[in-house]
């Protein structure tokens, strides 16, 4: 068995990226390089700088899919980043007269 070294530089390192992922989790966002596979409502407006009424605006039209679990509102980042690169049409849905 191989034996190494640590220094104290490596510990130090070691330590700060545990802070930081930590403060991340704690923060409500994820580690670094991880994208969350499904987003809050607050997190697609402010990951695309909309206000509710908007976001609400997007779901009655079918533009931005969702899901709804215990109240409250899921979306796919998938999702997200397809309506991002324009790859999603809004499905208008016209109330009866």
Known sequence: M???II???DLE???EKLVAQFKAIVSGGSPEGERPK???SYQVKNLLKISA???QTLR???TI????IGGILYYSMEDIQKVLR???????????R
């Open 2 to 4: 191989a034996t190494e």
């Open 7 to 9: 220094t104290r530089e």
């Open 13 to 15: 390192a070691f330590g």
């Open 38 to 40: 499904w987003l809050k």
């Open 53 to 55: 009424n908007t976001l």
């Open 60 to 62: 009655d039209n079918g």
């Open 65 to 68: 899919p969702f899901t709804k």
């Open 86 to 96: 324009g790859e999603v049409k809004s499905k208008r849905i016209r109330a009866a």
